[in-house]
């Protein structure tokens, strides 16, 4: 246990310094840590638990702290955040363990004075967990309960309108979404076969594992076989969306990982012409590699880059997918330290969108469909590129889709915005048009 809270307290570090996309790098951790099932998942809680709940954790220390959490030596800020995490949210860890291995890891610095700090923050928090903290506003209020920067809070607040809600959906666990492969396999088959993962049918081909027990489904012989993919719904439902049909050619313009464009190629059978665009040819390579893993043939991986779309390919294309690079904060829950970024790196997104999406419609033909999608919640990013692209190009108009599930899910107007607290999947922005004939 002590080597598992070790492991988060550096993992955290790393990833402050480096600015790092939480998940690779915590694999890249624990990938050679010869930790058992549990400690990895213990060591995988406290790490997102402390990326999720960062600025509630300082606001607990600096009330105990004279010095305030910012003048803290890094190591030992992450020490305490640990501690901390664990007497707030860990119902199943005594206090004391808690306080014991913080302080342990604390001497480990050589620093005399830090274990003695520790120590006596860590017992003044788990007497007071319930602090009371005076809020000037209800933004700072927000910000400081969910941990989300207060300038987020009020982004958000502009495009969603339930914010509370989202926040705390952002801080859930997030559920462990998977895609049967339907060339191999039903999705009520693989329900069956990974029973012991909790495994519960979700839409479509979609799953949930709720019981893995700290195991990475990527390493489980039922994914290595090819039954399966790690997909969340609201990334299968931008391909449900874009109905592929057999004898059809399909253009992802922006592809990678390829998640979507492998999905299609089940979706129609492995009998339409897929072709997967990007610009990075490593990235193309794990397209190829998982088609190889799937047994599909009908997706072809190649190196184009969307803003300079091939000319051979004008008005040729059934359906051209557009999902483009976003700002990402409809995946806060599993990417938590998205919620830490300058948010003026986001700004220029927009004017990107709507130049990529105006160069892979070229790809449509009359009477073809063009779906444009992201994994963001902001309505700049969505709706707002859509009614400039609409302006911009009026051979294409809004088509309806979704008729067929539930009414939370249905897009009458052609777009609809998915988000955690309502629909249970990432969140999401799908759009989808129809090119005059």
């Given amino acids: 246990m002590t080597d598992a809270r070790l492991c988060a307290v550096n993992a955290l570090g790393e990833q402050e310094r480096r600015k790092a996309y939480s998940d690779a790098l915590l694999g890249d951790f624990l990938k050679n840590s010869g930790f058992s099932p549990r400690d990895s998942a213990l060591s995988a809680r406290l790490y997102y638990g402390v990326l999720q709940n960062r600025l509630l954790l300082d606001a607990h220390i600096s009330a105990h702290c004279a010095s305030g959490v910012r003048k803290l030596h890094p190591k030992v800020r992450n020490i305490l955040r640990v501690g901390a995490y664990q007497l707030l949210f860990c119902d199943k860890i005594p206090s004391s363990a808690a306080v014991n291995e913080a302080v342990r890891e604390a001497k480990i610095t050589g620093n005399a004075k830090a274990a003695g700090l520790v120590n006596a923050v860590l017992r003044r928090i788990s007497e007071d967990p319930d602090h009371k903290f005076s809020f000037s506003s209800e933004t700072e209020r927000l910000s400081v309960t969910y941990s989300h920067p207060a300038e987020l809070v ?96 399909i253009i992802d313009g922006a592809a990678a990982p390829g998640g979507k464009a492998l999905c299609a190629a089940e979706m129609s059978g492995d009998r339409a012409r897929i072709l997967a665009f990007d610009i990075y040819e490593d990235k193309l390579q794990l397209i190829r590699s998982n088609a190889e893993r799937l047994g599909i043939k009908s997706v072809t991986a190649a190196l184009r880059d969307a803003a300079a779309p091939d000319p051979e390919l004008f008005g040729r294309a059934d359906r051209v997918l557009a999902d ?46 063009l779906v444009y999608s992201t994994c963001t919640v902001l309505g700049r990013e969505n709706s707002g590129v859509l009614e400039r692209f609409l302006s911009l190009e009026p051979d294409f108009v809004p088509e309806g889709f979704f008729s067929d599930m539930d009414e939370k899910f249905r897009a009458d107007s052609g777009r609809l915005t998915l988000l955690p607290h309502i629909h249970g999947t990432d969140g999401f922005f799908i759009a989808k048009l129809a090119r005059k004939a």
């Fill in 154 to 249: 009020r982004l958000l607040s502009e495009s969603v309108p339930d914010t509370e809600a989202l926040l705390r959906a952002d801080n859930s666990i997030p559920p462990v979404s998977v895609r049967a492969n339907t060339l191999r396999i039903s999705p009520s088959e693989l329900a069956r076969t990974l029973s012991w993962a909790g495994a519960k049918e979700l839409t479509g081909s979609c799953l949930e594992l709720s019981a893995l027990g700290g195991k990475n489904p990527a390493e489980l012989p039922e994914y290595r076989e090819g039954l399966f993919s790690i997909q969340d719904a609201a990334s299968y439902l931008a391909v449900k969306a874009l109905d592929p049909r057999p004898g059809e050619l």
């Fill in 324 to 369: 483009l690079p976003c700002s990402g904060l409809g995946i806060i829950r599993k990417k938590p330290d998205i919620r830490f970024r300058d948010l003026s790196d986001i700004a220029e997104l927009p004017a990107l969108q709507l130049r990529l999406l105006r160069s892979l419609s070229k790809y449509v033909r009359p009477g073809g469909t």
